[in-house]
């Protein structure tokens, strides 16, 4: 029992569970209206989890994020470990990367989106946009902590 009671899974149970029925019970009590008891958001969850269109939804909505994120890595990575591997590559590729990261690309969004269109490819490129420079600035870090001697 007391191995039972030390167990990292028990209290984070018991934690759950208190924090559901304090949340039922001031539902029932004063949520009326505004706020949904805990069984009730539990049965909408379920509800939502067994239709298909939310699945299909989910998959729209990340396709975008997979696909600017792997051409980011593919762009990335190799970009990265020239610019961190090589001194002049660096400082032919670096003032560009510097812009790129000092560019409010929230402010570029606009533009993208009317020049390129509310598809599927604007949606990549600013997914691409805002992951590229994160990818090469760490693969250029992680390529310099190597030791030369290896």
Do not use: C, H, K
């Amino acid at each position: 029992m007391q191995a039972l009671l030390d167990s990292r899974y028990f209290l984070r149970l018991l934690a759950f569970l208190l924090f559901a029925g304090a949340w039922q019970a001031y539902a029932v009590l004063f949520g009326g209206f505004f706020i949904p008891s805990f069984t009730e958001t539990a049965a909408a969850v379920v509800e939502l989890v067994m239709d298909p269109d939310t699945w299909e939804a989910f998959f729209v909505s990340n396709l975008a994020m997979v696909l600017g994120f792997v051409l980011a890595v593919v762009v990335g990575v190799p970009l990265g470990l020239l610019m961190g591997r090589f001194r002049t590559a660096e400082r032919i590729t670096n003032p560009y990367l510097n812009i790129l990261l000092v560019t409010p690309l929230a402010g570029i969004i606009p533009l993208l989106m009317m020049s390129v269109g509310i598809g599927l490819v604007a949606r990549v490129i600013v997914v691409w946009s805002f992951a590229v420079v994160m990818v090469v600035v760490n693969s250029r870090a992680g390529v310099r902590q190597v030791d030369p001697n290896l």
